[in-house]
């Protein structure tokens, strides 16, 4: 008999969703009364109990059906009480689980609370901000109507902008359009500033002696103005900071130009000429400028050689020589000009520079020519501190003086034909205004031996002369008009040119004006001097027309070339209004005859003094001559004049002049040699009238001897050296070498 089962008590967990907290309650007591098991109710799955199933079990007629089933109602509670542990398993998770979504709640309700409460504050914040953003958009609302306003005043202005800019861009166009035109207006009135300061250099007159008993001429009142106005453009065109030219005084009476030069201008005429040239050069400034760019253009592409010089070979192909002489007649600039002269002279003694130096001990050909002794180191020291005196280079406590100095003795002692002469010493200064000592030497050397003919500087200038016949020719081509005047009243312009063809119009042109000339002539040769010398005479063809007079004539053509700033006029005439000109070949045949009649002349000369040396010397009376003649060095017979029954001889060189007096008688000559020793050449004497004799010698001395005690009486310098004496009444006429006359009044005496 089965026992009942002891009561137990069950704890049933309902819906969580219908009641928070767990219920407990007890099963219901079941009483056994017939000694069988009494089936417990089922629990369904949802948590009922089923009593149904165990009221039928009850009802069940059949005991052992009843224990059958009771069997199958014990399995059944088993396996429900399984089911019911996994139920309470399945329970107690889902409680852990509702207790952490009961924290999770909590949790979130306390952030919850949190937005709450800041969105309470938001909300009170923008209740707070409501009041301004309204007020704010209500502005937004007024601004945006002002600018949908302006954008449609904007709408309306883009196109007066776009008619605004059109107007802009043609105003641009005239702005440039005016200022290329104030530029071309600018080069056109510098122009003709120029112009007018070249117009108002000839307006200028030369000054010139006035003829013997005329008075000098008035001030012209028109030439005074000019004056002004000259002073007037250069103030305007002078600034505080640097001035042009130092006019605060009304007058310039020194000035040292960029080479070094002192002038000492001693008459407004100069002065005038000098302000002309000066502002010329300030109103051509751009083209100047211009040209040192072509040059330095021109001068990149060619070679250099040795860093130094730049390759001019002698064979230039004709094109290629015409831009070159093209670019020298422009003028060489100044930071240029060293370096081309030494290129040009380069190209000239290149050759002969290396075989000279490579033959001589210790490959300096210039410096072994200074150790040797030159004949005419006296003569050179003599001219030393006369070689453009107004120089500061060239004085005696410059060093100018001594590379001078010992350029020239050692030409004399490379060129022993010519040695030296005088203009050489000025040929020699002006190279070394841009060159080193050497490369003056090579110059001196180019020069002599090169660019001028054989027998220029030698054997009695012989063909110095051929150029004079030359050169007079050419005036008789060239200038018909002037030189039918010039010889209706006796003038020879050979007297005048001579000296400009010997120094290379050195001592002749202003020292700018004569740079230019060198720039050409270290390539075109002596053939510019022709061309120059006719453009001289072309230029002033007029005024020496209305010459009458001729000592005024003369005097105004040797003088009017030292005038002559304007080289551009210059060379505009030399080398424009003077075409067709002869070539150099043809000037060369038509000088060459000349030469030659020349060099015949000079020997004839040298072989008659050769012959009558023993017609004098047979006579032995005549030992004082003899004495004379053997001297180391030959001393040739110059002048001489008749005193009573004697002659007096002279004879000498540059550095010596001696006196002999030969007396004639039946039984021969008779000579002696008077104690009178003057330390110069002696060129004239005379016996005046009133029986002293005149002695002018090369130095610019007079000298007067009695010729009864043949002692000197006096003696004087003058401004040039004497040439010739004429005794009027009571005063001596001087003609000096420089054209003037000076009279010396002897009061009887």
């Given at each position: 008999?089965?026992?009942?089962?002891?009561?137990?008590?069950?704890?049933?967990?309902?819906?969580?969703?219908?009641?928070?907290?767990?219920?407990?309650?007890?099963?219901?007591?079941?009483?056994?009364?017939?000694?069988?098991?009494?089936?417990?109710?089922?629990?369904?799955?949802?948590?009922?109990?089923?009593?149904?199933?165990?009221?039928?079990?009850?009802?069940?007629?059949?005991?052992?059906?009843?224990s059958g089933k009771l069997t199958i109602q014990e399995r059944q509670f088993v396996q429900l009480q399984c089911e019911l542990v996994e139920t309470r398993q399945e329970r107690d998770k889902l409680q852990k689980q509702l207790a952490l979504k009961q924290d999770e709640n909590e949790r979130k309700e306390k952030e919850n609370q949190l937005l709450l409460n800041n969105i309470q504050e938001l909300e009170e914040t923008i209740h707070k901000l409501n009041s301004p953003a309204k007020q704010f958009q209500t502005e937004n609302d007024n601004l945006k109507d002002v600018i949908a306003q302006l954008k449609r005043s904007l709408r309306s202005l883009d196109g007066e902008v776009e008619l605004y800019k059109t107007d802009l861009q043609e105003r641009d166009k005239r702005i440039r359009d005016?200022?290329?035109?104030?530029?071309?207006?600018?080069?056109?009135?510098?122009?003709?500033?120029?112009?007018?300061?070249?117009?108002?250099?000839?307006?200028?007159?030369?000054?010139?002696?006035?003829?013997?008993?005329?008075?000098?001429?008035?001030?012209?009142?028109?030439?005074?103005?000019?004056?002004?106005?000259?002073?007037?453009?250069?103030?305007?065109?002078?600034?505080?900071?640097?001035?042009?030219?130092?006019?605060?005084?009304?007058?310039?009476?020194?000035?040292?130009?960029?080479?070094?030069?002192?002038?000492?201008?001693?008459?407004?005429?100069?002065?005038?000429?000098?302000?002309?040239?000066?502002?010329?050069?300030?109103?051509?400034?751009?083209?100047?400028?211009?040209?040192?760019?072509?040059?330095?253009?021109?001068?990149?592409?060619?070679?250099?050689?040795?860093?130094?010089?730049?390759?001019?070979?002698?064979?230039?192909?004709?094109?290629?020589?015409?831009?070159?002489?093209?670019?020298?007649?422009?003028?060489?600039?100044?930071?240029?000009?060293?370096?081309?002269?030494?290129?040009?002279?380069?190209?000239?003694?290149?050759?002969?520079?290396?075989?000279?130096?490579?033959?001589?001990?210790?490959?300096?050909?210039?410096?072994?020519?200074?150790?040797?002794?030159?004949?005419?180191?006296?003569?050179?020291?003599?001219?030393?501190?006369?070689?453009?005196?107004?120089?500061?280079?060239?004085?005696?406590?410059?060093?100018?003086?001594?590379?001078?100095?010992?350029?020239?003795?050692?030409?004399?002692?490379?060129?022993?034909?010519?040695?030296?002469?005088?203009?050489?010493?000025?040929?020699?200064?002006?190279?070394?205004?841009?060159?080193?000592?050497?490369?003056?030497?090579?110059?001196?050397?180019?020069?002599?031996?090169?660019?001028?003919?054989?027998?220029?500087?030698?054997?009695?200038?012989?063909?110095?002369?051929?150029?004079?016949?030359?050169?007079?020719?050419?005036?008789?081509?060239?200038?018909?008009?002037?030189?039918?005047?010039?010889?209706?009243?006796?003038?020879?312009?050979?007297?005048?040119?001579?000296?400009?063809?010997?120094?290379?119009?050195?001592?002749?042109?202003?020292?700018?004006?004569?740079?230019?000339?060198?720039?050409?002539?270290?390539?075109?040769?002596?053939?510019?001097?022709?061309?120059?010398?006719?453009?001289?005479?072309?230029?002033?063809?007029?005024?020496?027309?209305?010459?009458?007079?001729?000592?005024?004539?003369?005097?105004?053509?040797?003088?009017?070339?030292?005038?002559?700033?304007?080289?551009?006029?210059?060379?505009?005439?030399?080398?424009?209004?003077?075409?067709?000109?002869?070539?150099?070949?043809?000037?060369?045949?038509?000088?060459?005859?000349?030469?030659?009649?020349?060099?015949?002349?000079?020997?004839?000369?040298?072989?008659?003094?050769?012959?009558?040396?023993?017609?004098?010397?047979?006579?032995?009376?005549?030992?004082?001559?003899?004495?004379?003649?053997?001297?180391?060095?030959?001393?040739?017979?110059?002048?001489?004049?008749?005193?009573?029954?004697?002659?007096?001889?002279?004879?000498?060189?540059?550095?010596?002049?001696?006196?002999?007096?030969?007396?004639?008688?039946?039984?021969?000559?008779?000579?002696?040699?008077?104690?009178?020793?003057?330390?110069?050449?002696?060129?004239?004497?005379?016996?005046?009238?009133?029986?002293?004799?005149?002695?002018?010698?090369?130095?610019?001395?007079?000298?007067?001897?009695?010729?009864?005690?043949?002692?000197?009486?006096?003696?004087?310098?003058?401004?040039?050296?004497?040439?010739?004496?004429?005794?009027?009444?009571?005063?001596?006429?001087?003609?000096?070498?420089?054209?003037?006359?000076?009279?010396?009044?002897?009061?009887?005496?």
């Open positions: 008999q089965a026992q009942t089962p002891p009561l137990q008590s069950y704890v049933i967990t309902t819906d969580p969703f219908d009641d928070e907290r767990p219920r407990t309650t007890t099963a219901p007591q079941l009483i056994n009364h017939s000694g069988l098991t009494i089936p417990q109710p089922i629990e369904n799955v949802d948590g009922s109990i089923d009593h149904t199933s165990s009221i039928d079990s009850l009802n069940t007629p059949d005991d052992e059906g009843l005016n200022s290329r035109r104030q530029k071309e207006l600018e080069r056109e009135l510098l122009f003709f500033k120029a112009k007018y300061v070249s117009l108002m250099d000839y307006s200028f007159k030369i000054p010139t002696p006035s003829p013997a008993g005329l008075p000098t001429e008035d001030p012209d009142p028109m030439e005074e103005n000019l004056k002004m106005e000259l002073l007037q453009l250069i103030k305007d065109e002078s600034s505080h900071d640097s001035p042009l030219v130092d006019v605060s005084s009304g007058k310039l009476s020194l000035f040292e130009d960029q080479y070094g030069e002192l002038h000492d201008w001693k008459n407004d005429s100069n002065i005038c000429h000098f302000f002309c040239r000066h502002l010329y050069l300030h109103y051509t400034e751009a083209q100047q400028e211009a040209v040192s760019q072509e040059w330095y253009t021109y001068l990149k592409n060619l070679k250099k050689i040795k860093d130094q010089y730049w390759e001019i070979p002698t064979d230039l192909s004709r094109s290629r020589k015409r831009e070159l002489r093209n670019f020298l007649r422009k003028g060489i600039p100044i930071h240029f000009r060293p370096k081309m002269w030494a290129s040009l002279i380069y190209s000239l003694t290149g050759k002969m520079r290396e075989i000279k130096n490579s033959t001589t001990k210790g490959g300096n050909y210039y410096q072994s020519l200074l150790l040797g002794h030159s004949n005419f180191q006296k003569q050179i020291r003599l001219d030393l501190y006369r070689t453009i005196p107004s120089n500061k280079h060239f004085k005696m406590e410059g060093k100018g003086a001594e590379k001078l100095q010992r350029v020239l003795i050692a030409y004399s002692n490379h060129n022993v034909n010519v040695g030296y002469c005088q203009g050489m010493n000025m040929i020699a200064a002006v190279g070394l205004l841009f060159l080193d000592e050497e490369t003056a030497f090579w110059y001196m050397v180019a020069i002599v031996e090169k660019l001028m003919p054989q027998n220029y500087y030698t054997y009695g200038l012989a063909a110095a002369q051929a150029d004079q016949a030359v050169m007079r020719d050419l005036v008789a081509d060239k200038l018909s008009s002037l030189n039918e005047h010039l010889e209706l009243n006796g003038i020879d312009v050979t007297v005048v040119t001579f000296n400009w063809f010997l120094t290379l119009f050195i001592d002749a042109l202003p020292t700018e004006s004569m740079l230019r000339v060198m720039d050409c002539f270290l390539l075109e040769g002596r053939k510019i001097f022709f061309r120059l010398s006719l453009a001289v005479f072309k230029l002033f063809e007029r005024r020496i027309l209305s010459m009458n007079d001729p000592v005024t004539m003369f005097q105004f053509t040797k003088e009017v070339v030292k005038h002559i700033f304007n080289v551009e006029e210059l060379f505009r005439v030399a080398f424009a209004e003077l075409e067709p000109f002869p070539s150099r070949s043809q000037l060369q045949n038509r000088s060459q005859p000349h030469q030659e009649r020349f060099m015949g002349e000079w020997r004839e000369r040298e072989k008659m003094k050769t012959n009558t040396k023993p017609v004098i010397q047979a006579n032995p009376g005549v030992q004082a001559i003899s004495t004379i003649t053997k001297q180391k060095k030959q001393l040739q017979w110059e002048c001489g004049t008749a005193c009573g029954e004697e002659v007096w001889l002279c004879c000498g060189e540059r550095q010596i002049g001696k006196i002999c007096i030969v007396a004639a008688s039946d039984d021969g000559f008779e000579a002696k040699s008077p104690k009178l020793n003057v330390g110069s050449k002696i060129l004239c004497i005379k016996l005046l009238l009133n029986g002293v004799i005149m002695i002018g010698t090369l130095d610019f001395s007079v000298h007067a001897i009695s010729p009864t005690t043949q002692k000197e009486l006096w003696s004087m310098k003058m401004n040039d050296s004497v040439l010739d004496f004429v005794s009027c009444h009571d005063t001596v006429l001087c003609a000096l070498a420089d054209g003037y006359i000076a009279a010396l009044p002897t009061n009887g005496e």
